[in-house]
């Protein structure tokens, strides 16, 4: 009898947490579920799921150590998994694939690093900002571009559909070469193939710091926001994440987070 009441409840717990993480859990998992909602209990892989859509290749924010895909975003999503009662499944995929992933609802939300942009606000929600961002230059030491100004004409790198992509657009005469990773815009740079990589400030710093011989201008391009991208029609989500994320703020957590991955200056 009490097993049974245990069931019941923890069938509508499920039942509760798939209605924040993935929708498609919810139909598929829960009428099994309450058949066996015992052996489910002891299972932790049957959590209802939330799926993070990202591009590994932006430390610290999201990248690969080990197998594992770690970072500042990775670990805040993790934070508000937990808080939703939801297992955090990460799927890495190209930059420019992340919208579409969210709005498809392949994935329950984005996060990379990705600043809010009025374009970006057009197909998805965007959650309350966690972090702040510029984009910054990076060139080879010893360039003749010192400034912004200097990369008029000249050959820049970005990673295919970033902002730093966009920037890039309103340079003058600009070529613009386009990688699918940061980082091998920086390999590009590197090379001697381009003149300068156009990217986000503390990935520009991880990039630099790894690779002899490059420096970062002291001008930068803009100031940005990042936040997690939702789909339009998960408001439920929206809201859940945005009190997860004013909690982890305030308990501290976050910062916490950030201060593990990016020493002070
Ligand atoms: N902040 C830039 C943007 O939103 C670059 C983000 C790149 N993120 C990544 N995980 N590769 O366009």
């Known amino acids: 009898m009490k097993k049974k009441l245990l069931s019941l ?10 209605v924040a993480c993935g929708s498609k859990e919810e139909t598929a998992e829960a009428p099994a579920a309450a058949e066996e909602a015992t052996e489910e209990a002891e299972a932790p892989a049957d959590k209802a799921v939330l799926v993070m859509a990202t591009n590994a290749e ?6 690969y150590e080990g197998g594992e895909i770690v970072g500042i975003d990775a670990e805040i999503a993790a934070a508000v998994a937990e808080k939703l009662g939801c297992e955090l499944v990460i799927e890495d995929m190209a930059f420019d694939s992340i919208i579409a992933a969210v709005t498809s609802g392949k994935a329950d939300f984005g996060l990379a690093g ?17 972090a702040h961002a510029t984009q910054v230059v990076i060139v080879a030491e010893g360039s003749d571009i ?9 050959k820049v790198g970005v990673q295919l559909g970033t902002t730093g992509d966009i920037y890039a657009e309103d340079i003058t005469d600009v070529t613009i070469e386009r990688y699918n990773k940061g980082f091998e815009a920086v390999q590009a740079l590197s090379q001697g193939k381009i003149d300068a990589v156009i990217i986000d400030n503390e990935p520009a710093k991880v990039f630099v710091a790894e690779n002899e011989g490059l420096v970062l201008l002291d001008e930068a391009f803009t100031e940005e926001d990042y936040a997690m991208a939702i789909a339009k029609d998960n408001t439920d989500l929206l809201e859940k994440v945005n009190t997860a994320l004013a909690e982890l703020t305030e308990d501290g957590t976050l910062q916490a987070i950030v201060d593990k991955y990016i020493a002070a200056e």
């Open 9 to 18: 409840m923890l069938v509508a717990a499920m039942a509760l947490a798939a």
């Open 58 to 63: 932006f430390p610290p924010y999201e990248y």
């Open 114 to 130: 990705m600043t809010v942009t009025e374009d970006r606000l057009q197909s998805v929600n965007f959650s309350d900002t966690y």
């Open 146 to 154: 010192t400034g912004v100004a200097d990369l008029d004409g000249r």
